[in-house]
């Protein structure tokens, strides 16, 4: 069905509008004075959705002008002879701009021109032939814009070479060796031009060689995509400017580019951790990219992948290791198991990487390390997986090659009890390491780095595990210095029983008998019979060898189970992963086999992987959805990788057939190669067994010496015999495996065992396919890493590599598809509902469509900003931040509004709340006004007459004082006058004054004891002074009165009773403190008698040692005083003393030590210990009196009689001990003064000592 327009459809709809808006701008002429159009693709027209999509149905084309528009007689032509005339169209479009391209002599990808230059033509490639010139156009519609553009290209040319002459301009001129050297155009003649280079020189050039250059403003800009003219030599020397600056990482589109700085560079650390994640730093950075790859994990939950290529010794495993550290950072949790993951690369590294001629730590082996993360983001797991281990290292090497690090870390680094019992030497000593004579690394202690290796070894293997590792490779290493000797003439050999023998036998665990015999024999099947073979010398060493490779490889594959096993995710498993693949680069060397052949292999398929996603995929998308685009060509490597995996006729499959034949050699297999081959234009016959590949990065010379033997990995059947009956664990396992794999043996002349049913390149296959598969389900992250130069110093920087590895792995391409292309693309339906809310306008039209053009024109975004595809709208860099910007703005502004709506709704509630809480309030507080009123008018009436009663009881008491004082009077007690008169006044109000207080204490006596009798007396104290001069004949007592008091009675009495048991129970408390008392003297008397004992025996001793020590002196020789040092004692013992002094002071009697030491000699020394025991004895005498004494004081201490002995005992023990141990010393000192008899003397009382004080 055809979309047409109604003719009473008088509205334009927006798309309309913006296909105006593109034929106006393709009609607008550019202003003569600007600078020349920069090679970037044409302007971008916006295509109809196909007419299989229900969209509105007043769109069409006009066939006249080739425009988008509105037919307004709605004419309809059908589908099919639309899309014949489309492809005629193309086809003609295609000849006419190739035709004009060589009519106008454009060189691309130089002044004038702006197409890409095609590297090379490749006939499998899935894109079209030739170089695409022309736009692709549908219904017929042909757009010759490189005709339009180029329409007067020599008047265009000449422009542009006065503009750059006029406004003295750099360009780019090419020099020798392929070098490029700025400068600026001086003048031109014809179609050459003199160039003033910047190093004084004034060369001439064909102006079609001459590149222009970016102003220098453009000078080190962080992504390449800036550059204004995209070159080679431009981008070189952005390249050059940032690393001279250290500024190792740029961006070229999605790919991140990074220069081996060959030294520290300090943009590393938590501080660039920290900025990276909270995007305080946007420069190219492999943070960055890992940031990136952790956030759409969490945000999308889609798996990701950071790809990591480049030539050996580009700094691919640094850059890994960089990558894991930022992911262990962000997303380490509480069990530390980041920690661990980044304790594999020290393991990994000593076991799989290896000096070569490139590279000081170059990775012979491939590792692909997927973390596992929670639904939180936190890390929970990790899982390793590896690939073709180089285990002909193991047993070969090139000169100036070293062998596998762990090796020599063991010989440096071990310790000396590990040293002997696996029996190690020196590296020098061992066959397989000194044959490369390079056995250290300039700049690395192998020593120290195997310290670290058993650091991180003791996190993932448990002790046991780890030395029978370290047995397993001194095995190896004892495997390679055991040597034959040939025994008659046919070169039949036998193994000498040697120390290598031994000792390999022994590491191991097999008899050296065994091993003798299977490393010089080996056993054929016939029938049901077996038929011992002796082995010729290449033979036995090739088996040798052979076992040495398997007892490694198998090694290295054990380990990296076991680390796999504690880094286990188990049921933590969410499927959310980051995958980073570090595999070995692209190697060419001047002898190049079977090891450098898979690893080129390797290489071409990651090539491919980086090429289908940011090339193949990407156009296609394009092309599928109807964007308007030209294609960018770059270089494919199908045909090679067709080359190397077709079958039957590929490499990979011709060499698993010649491996199957037992009489095949490597010549065989090269002129096979030859053979089939040679009609295919990436591989190249050599002479001999070599051959040649034509390799994405280049062309490599290949070696088919040790092909087959490679591929079999042939080991006897009797080693792998002799391996399972071996008593150590390792080795065991590793035959266990081999017989699970393949259980029955071949047939072939040295009765090998196909120990892998499938060839080393077979498997190897599978592996990649493996890996392959696993990185299609993620979203990749590509990280290209660039060697500088070859010498591996820092700050040299080689043009000519750097740039043969930039068109190896297509930087320039990349960024120009990412220049031309469309990075950001959403669905239509996904656009309108993220930014429709953001029209002004309400008579758009729903549609998704329209919603979506609408956006982009309200906000006027330029047309060949975006593309309008059939499912989904492609938008340049930088749009959508724009279009995020102002959706932002906008919800920010919704917010503010929502806001204060919800605030002033949320005051007016709270006023309305507010007025009821204080109406209701009110209310509360009048009721309980009214209840405290009515209480406290109901206590008044209540204790009304009590208040009375207390006035009365005050009154009597008062005048019952003044009755005794006029008792006194009249007793004639106060019968003497005074000689004045106001004395007679006086006296008497002093005695009442008296008799009151005395009363009134009396009263507070009272109320401490009881509190209800205390307030009696206080109201009836204030009763007495109210009506203190009542008479006493007015008082009368009433009967309510006594009832009163008989009961006041009655509840003292009560009260009196508990007063009586509280007694008793006091008293019975104080029965039983006295009772513990009493067992705590009797316990201190005890311990006191125990000491007084221990003290005299002691004592007893230090006389006897006096005793003996003085005859000793007397009769001795008068050189021995000098023989014992007087400061070790002070030194050591007197120290010692006074800092265990229970009391916390320390005698000061050590310079008397010292002159008595210099005096007596020995005698001093005893004397010491003598003056010291009784010192200690007082003081432990004192302390056990005190706590007599302070007990029988004080009763009621808070110190509690256990615990005081019990620190007292401690302290005394310890005294105890420390006294003995210095008279043992004391003994061995004085032992070594005495002669002979002296010595039994002394033997004897100082065994009474010993046992005295034990």
């Keep these: 069905m055809m979309l047409s327009s109604s003719p009473s459809s008088m509205a334009r709809s927006s798309l309309e509008e913006m296909l105006d808006s593109l034929r106006r701008q393709d009609e607008y002429e550019k202003p003569k004075d600007l600078p020349p159009a920069l090679p970037a693709r044409p302007t971008s027209r916006a295509r109809l959705p196909s007419t299989r999509k229900s969209l509105r149905t007043d769109f069409s084309v006009d066939e006249e002008n080739g425009r988008k528009g509105v037919l307004e007689n709605g004419g309809k032509r059908s589908e099919l002879e639309g899309k014949e005339e489309g492809k005629r169209s193309e086809l003609e479009g295609k000849e006419e701009g190739k035709r004009k391209e060589k009519e106008l002599g454009l060189k691309r990808n130089s002044f004038g021109s702006k197409r890409m230059k095609k590297e090379q033509e490749n006939m499998d490639s899935p894109y079209i032939d030739g170089m695409v010139v022309e736009e692709e156009k549908k219904d017929g519609v042909l757009e010759a814009n490189l005709i339009k553009s180029t329409k007067s290209g020599q008047v265009e040319w000449e422009d542009n070479i006065g503009y750059f002459i006029k406004k003295e301009l750099r360009v780019w001129c090419p020099v020798a060796n392929g070098k490029w050297e700025s400068g600026k155009i001086q003048s031109t003649s014809g179609d050459e031009a003199f160039v003033s ?39 070189i020397h952005n390249l050059r400017y940032r690393y001279s600056r250290d500024t190792i990482y740029s961006k070229a589109g999605p790919v991140l580019v990074a220069v081996n700085p060959f030294k520290d560079v300090q943009i590393y650390g938590n501080k660039f951790v920290t900025a990276y994640s909270q995007k305080l730093m946007d420069s190219p950075h492999v943070y960055a990219i890992a940031d990136t790859a952790y956030k759409e994990m969490m945000g999308d939950g889609v798996n990701q992948s950071i790809i990591i290529s480049g030539e050996s010794g580009a700094g691919k495993t640094e850059t890994a290791k960089f990558a894991m550290q930022y992911l262990a950072a962000i997303g380490g949790g509480s069990d530390g198991i980041e920690h661990e993951i980044l304790n594999t690369n020290c ?49 070969q090497l090139a000169t100036g090659e070293r062998s596998y690090h762990i090796f020599y870390q063991l010989c440096a680094g071990a310790p000396s009890l590990l040293k002997e019992t696996l029996n190690l030497k020196t590296a020098s000593e061992y066959n397989y390491l000194n044959q490369s004579e390079c056995l250290t690394i300039e700049g690395v202690d192998d020593a120290k780095k195997f310290h670290k290796l058993m650091e991180a070894l003791d996190v993932q293997i448990c002790k046991e595990d780890k030395d029978h590792a370290f047995a397993m490779l001194a095995a190896v290493l004892w495997l390679g210095n055991i040597s034959f000797q040939v025994i008659d003439n046919e070169n039949h050999v036998e193994v000498l029983a040697d120390e290598a023998l031994t000792t390999t036998a022994k590491l191991i665990g097999c ?171 990436s591989f190249k016959g050599e002479r001999g067994r070599a051959f040649s590949v034509r390799h994405y990065a280049g062309e490599v010379l290949y070696d088919t010496n040790g092909f087959l033997e490679k591929n079999r990995d042939p080991l006897h059947s009797a080693l792998i015999h002799l391996l399972s009956s071996c008593t150590c664990k390792l080795p065991q396992l590793f035959a266990s495996k081999m017989f699970n794999q393949s259980q029955k043996p071949a047939t072939s002349q040295l009765g090998a065992l196909d120990t892998q049913k499938r060839s080393v390149g077979t498997k190897f296959k599978g592996q990649l396919f493996k890996l392959m598969h696993q990185l299609e389900n993620t979203t990749p992250h590509f990280i290209r890493c660039i060697k500088p130069n070859s010498k591996q110093l820092p700050g040299i920087y080689e043009e000519d590599l750097v740039l043969q590895q930039l068109r190896c792995c297509g930087v320039l391409e990349v960024v120009r598809i990412s220049r031309a292309g469309y990075p950001t693309r959403m669905t239509h339906q996904e656009f309108a509902g993220r930014f429709g809310f953001l029209l002004s306008e309400n008579h758009v039209p729903r549609d998704p469509l329209s919603i979506s053009v609408a956006v982009l024109q309200q906000f006027n975004v330029l047309p060949e900003m975006y593309q309008v595809g059939y499912t989904k709208l492609y938008l340049r860099p930088g749009q959508v931040g724009a279009l995020e910007d102002r959706r932002k703005q906008v919800l920010q502004g919704i917010l503010v509004i929502q806001k204060c709506f919800r605030g002033c709704q949320a005051r007016l509630y709270f006023h309305e709340l507010k007025k009821e809480a204080i109406t209701l309030q009110s209310f509360v507080r009048g009721e309980n006004s009214r209840r405290n009123y009515a209480t406290v008018a109901w206590s008044c009436s209540a204790i009304a007459p009590q208040i009375q009663d207390e006035q009365l009881t005050a009154i009597i008491c008062l005048q019952s004082g003044r009755t005794c004082v006029v008792g006194l009077q009249t007793c004639g007690v106060f019968q003497c006058t005074f000689s004045h008169p106001f004395l007679n006044y006086v006296v008497p109000a002093v005695i009442r004054g008296w008799l009151v207080r005395k009363h009134l204490n009396h009263m507070h006596k009272l109320k401490q004891s009881n509190p209800v009798i205390a307030k009696s007396k206080r109201r009836a104290g204030r009763k007495s002074s109210e009506v203190k001069d009542i008479p006493l004949e007015q008082l009368q007592i009433l009967p309510s009165d006594v009832v009163e008091l008989q009961r006041r009675v009655i509840k003292m009495e009560a009260t009196l009773g508990q007063k009586e048991e509280e007694n008793a129970a006091l008293r019975e408390q104080l029965q039983q403190y006295e009772a513990r008392w009493l067992e705590y003297e009797a316990k201190m008397k005890s311990m006191e008698e125990m000491w007084q004992k221990q003290m005299a025996s002691l004592q007893m001793s230090l006389a006897a040692a006096r005793k003996s020590l003085a005859s000793e002196n007397t009769a001795g020789e008068p050189g021995r005083v000098d023989v014992t040092s007087p400061r070790y004692y002070d030194s050591e013992d007197t120290m010692s003393m006074g800092s265990r002094t229970p009391s916390g002071s320390t005698p000061k009697f050590s310079s008397a030590i010292s002159v008595g030491r210099e005096s007596n000699g020995p005698l001093a020394v005893v004397n010491n210990l003598a003056k010291e025991f009784e010192l200690r004895r007082h003081i432990f005498d004192d302390d056990a009196k005190a706590m007599v004494e302070v007990k029988a004081v004080s009763p009621a201490s808070n110190m509690h009689p256990d615990v005081e002995l019990r620190k007292l005992k401690i302290r005394f023990e310890s005294w105890k001990k420390d006294y003995k141990i210095r008279l043992k010393e004391t003994k061995v000192r004085l032992h070594k003064l005495g002669h002979s008899e002296v010595d039994k003397s002394r033997r004897k009382w100082w065994g009474k000592i010993s046992s005295r004080v034990s």
């Design 347 to 395: 393991i990994l590294e000593a076991f799989g990487n290896a000096k070569t001629s490139r590279n000081d730590n170059s990775s012979r082996f491939g590792k692909l390390i997927e973390i596992h993360f929670s639904t939180l983001g936190k890390i929970c797991g990790a899982k390793i997986q590896t690939f073709l281990l180089e285990k002909s290292r193991v047993v």
């Design 511 to 681: 008899s050296a008998e065994d091993l003798m015999l299977d490393l010089s024999t080996c056993k054929i099947q016939a029938g049901k019979d077996s038929i011992a073979k002796r082995l010729t010398l290449q033979q036995a060493i090739d088996s040798r060898d052979a076992l040495a490779k398997f007892i490694y490889g198998s090694l290295f594959d054990w380990l990296v189970e076991q680390i796999n096993k504690s880094l286990e995710v188990g049921k933590r498993c969410t499927g959310r992963s980051i995958s980073i693949l570090d595999i070995y680069g692209f190697e060419s060397f001047k002898k190049n086999s079977f090891e450098q052949f898979c690893i080129n292999y390797a290489n071409e398929r990651l090539q491919q992987h980086f090429n289908r996603h940011l090339f193949k995929l990407e156009q296609e998308e394009y092309e599928l959805d109807g964007v308007d685009w030209t294609k960018v060509e770059f270089e494919d490597n199908e045909e090679c990788l067709s080359l190397i995996e077709k079958k039957p006729l590929g490499i990979m499959s011709l060499l698993d057939e010649e491996s199957n034949f037992p009489k095949a050699t490597d010549l065989t297999f090269a002129n096979k190669l030859k053979q089939h081959l040679i009609a295919n234009s």
């Design 197 to 235: 280079l910047s190093s004084g020189n004034v060369v001439k050039v064909p102006t079609g060689e001459l590149l222009p250059a970016n102003p220098d403003i453009l000078e080190g800009v962080d992504d390449l995509i800036q550059l204004s003219y995209l070159n080679e030599p431009s981008v």
